[in-house]
């Protein structure tokens, strides 16, 4: 099976239908192949757009004959944890908290938490612990948002604003 193909075919239908696919994964669970795609689009992915794409991505695949096994196809939302692959994932998400998986070991660690800086010149750059670190990206098996983290800063970020903004009432 040729993910590349399956993803360029997949790619297309979603960009026709203005999705983004953030992810595919093809593996066994259960005793069953499963093609798991995670779709993204402007305002978030409902259900009803899982199932509308489900029937048009399995159509496709159906009929381009890219898959020769029986398959389960599910699609889904990439989640508050997202995985963060593409050079545009990573402009887009420059500055949101991030868990950082290494593929090799980097200064004795495997793996980072902080905030993304970006991507530059082939390197993950990434502010953790009052560093800056940067990872070539052969170095990284896998940039996800760290949801979590993300909520706690967003929660600060806001008792700080109260604090700064003067009563209602005063001032107007």
């Known amino acids: 099976m040729d993910l590349g193909k399956i993803e360029t075919l997949v790619s297309a239908i979603l960009e026709h239908e203005r999705a983004e696919l953030v992810d595919l994964e093809h593996l066994r669970e259960g005793g069953k192949w499963v093609l798991r795609l995670y779709v993204d689009k402007e305002g978030g992915v409902t259900l009803d757009d899982c199932e509308y794409l489900s029937d048009r991505v399995g159509a496709a695949l159906d009929s381009s004959d890219v898959i020769e096994r029986s398959y389960v196809l599910e699609?889904?939302?990439?989640?508050?944890?997202?995985?963060?692959?593409?050079?545009?994932?990573?402009?887009?998400?420059?500055?949101?908290?991030?868990?950082?998986?290494?593929?090799?070991?980097?200064?004795?660690?495997r793996r980072l938490a902080g905030r993304l800086l970006g991507l530059q010149g082939g390197e993950v750059l990434v502010e953790t612990e009052g560093r800056t670190w940067r990872v070539p990206r052969c170095d990284v098996a896998?940039?996800?948002?760290?949801?979590?983290?993300?909520?706690?800063?967003?929660?600060?970020?806001?008792?700080t604003k109260e604090r700064n903004s003067p009563p209602r009432g005063e001032g107007e």
Do not use: N
């Open 75 to 109: 699609i889904s939302s990439p989640g508050l944890d997202r995985v963060i692959k593409k050079d545009r994932d990573f402009q887009r998400f420059e500055g949101s908290a991030v868990r950082v998986t290494l593929s090799t070991e980097v200064e004795g660690r």
């Open 142 to 159: 896998e940039v996800r948002l760290d949801d979590e983290a993300q909520v706690e800063a967003d929660l600060k970020r806001e008792k």
